[in-house]
């Protein structure tokens, strides 16, 4: 198979996933009791208003109905309105969504790069001082619930040394800049640092151990003999090491990024960060489920795309994986 037959069977693939995960999610959550409509009737609606809603919003259609005009939607971009702030959607969840990509992507990049270095550093420096000062702490680290180290952190930085705001995006000045200008200024960055931290401190172990683990055996494999039989530096045989060692890491980053994006709600509820996982919290309690169907939806895809990018880039990380899956020569 040629790459790019494989390259279009992935994209064929990838596409057939995208489908499956939008089917799935339409019908679980049109099957979940409840929708925002008995909200309205539990705040005091009449009913006129009731019906006259349902009408607007098809859920009065049957199920297959929803289904073929929500498929029809999605194609055309429109995700629905917002039961709740009665806005589409994609405007609704925009500002949310960068909000939570800026603090998220950059803190799960800086823990893997960070990670990889130190797991690379226990790999090759193996000894019993290096595996309890180094993976112990690391272990004992990962354990700890994300929204304790966030705590832990606004006791040590915020109440104990004074340094840095408990949370917020901003200071309560700064609310009405633009949002460029909020990013470049000073207390966008202070407040910012605790939550990166978090995030930080707490993906750390993962990618440390994945590389550790995965240095110790690939220096175990007859092709790194036969570079030290060929007199090649230590340090060309390091870059051969961890470019075939690297493999589980990469495989790892998107899908941690992807988790990570719509699973911080923690983080965001202990700092009060306006993202993603803040409104997906918000929009549950108020039975929004579009919001809640899209947040979803974005992260499944996410995931699909992150796996597709992987699987297309892992033959130009390391040669011996070819496109049929087998190992070359």
Do not use: C
Not at 174 to 182: A, K, R
Not at 254 to 273: C, K, Q, T, Y
């Amino acid at each position: 198979m040629s790459d790019l037959k494989y390259i279009l069977k992935r994209s064929a693939l990838t596409v057939l996933l995208i489908f499956f995960a939008i089917t799935v999610l339409f019908f679980i959550f049109r099957l979940l009791p409840g929708d925002y409509v008995s909200v309205l009737a539990m705040d005091g609606a009449d009913p006129e208003t009731i019906e006259s809603l349902r009408a607007k919003w098809g859920l009065d259609e049957p199920l297959y109905i929803q289904y073929i005009t929500y498929i029809e939607n999605v194609l055309q971009g429109d995700l629905g309105m917002s039961h709740r702030y009665r806005q589409p959607v994609l405007q609704v969840t925009g500002r949310a969504i960068v909000n939570s990509f800026i603090l998220v992507a950059p803190a799960i990049t800086t823990a893997f790069i960070l990670g990889s270095g130190f797991g690379t550093l226990l790999g090759t420096n193996r000894s019993e001082k290096g595996e309890l000062w180094g993976i112990v702490p690391l272990t004992f680290i990962g354990t700890f619930p994300i929204f304790f180290m966030g705590i832990l952190l606004i006791i040590v930085f915020s109440f104990w040394l004074n340094l840095f705001p408990t949370g917020g995006m901003a200071a309560v000045t700064q609310q009405g800049l633009p949002y460029s200008e909020l990013l470049t200024s000073a207390g966008f960055w202070i407040h910012y640092f605790l939550p990166f931290l978090t995030i930080v401190v707490n993906m750390l172990y993962l990618p440390a151990l994945t590389m550790r683990t995965s240095i110790v055996e690939v220096l175990g494999q007859d092709f790194i003999d036969y570079h030290r039989a060929k007199g090649l530096k230590r340090r060309a045989q390091m870059r051969h090491v961890m470019k075939h060692a690297s493999l589980p890491v990469i495989t790892q980053y998107p899908v941690s990024l992807s988790r990570a994006i719509g699973g911080m709600v923690v983080v965001e509820m202990v700092f009060n960060w306006p993202g993603i996982g803040y409104l997906l919290l918000q929009s549950v309690y108020q039975r929004d489920f579009p919001v809640v169907q899209f947040v979803f939806l974005l992260i499944a895809v996410w995931v699909i795309l992150g796996n597709f990018v992987v699987d297309i880039l892992y033959s130009s990380v390391d040669p011996r994986v070819t496109v049929e899956g087998q190992e070359s020569n």
